[in-house]
């Protein structure tokens, strides 16, 4: 689109990114659970190397490659050859 001055391209803007105000909702009367200890370590914690495998072998190989072009039978492939010992 051509603007005729820099006034109209102003307006156009103004009128595009425009944001209405709204009263967003508050959480001031609002408990949530707390995790506790135990909950929160297992989120922290690291995979072990069963967790791992099981997570990968559990999908098919064969399905579309993802954004990085691979898809699991490469990944699985490159695992049973990686230091982690996955067979």
């Keep these: 689109m051509i603007y005729k001055n820099e006034k109209q391209m102003k307006k156009f803007f103004q009128q595009t990114f425009l ?5 967003r909702p508050k959480f001031d ?7 506790g200890e135990k909950d929160n370590t297992l ?3 690291l995979f072990d190397d069963e967790e791992i495998k099981q997570a990968v ?7 579309s490659p993802g954004r990085d072009k ?10 049973a050859y ?3 010992g996955f067979h």
């Design 29 to 35: 009367e609002v408990h949530f659970k707390l995790l």
């Design 19 to 23: 944001e209405e105000e709204w009263r």
């Design 57 to 63: 072998w559990d999908c098919d190989g064969d399905k």
């Design 70 to 79: 691979y898809n699991f039978s490469f990944i699985k492939k490159v695992l």
């Design 82 to 84: 990686s230091k982690c």
């Design 43 to 45: 989120l922290i914690a």
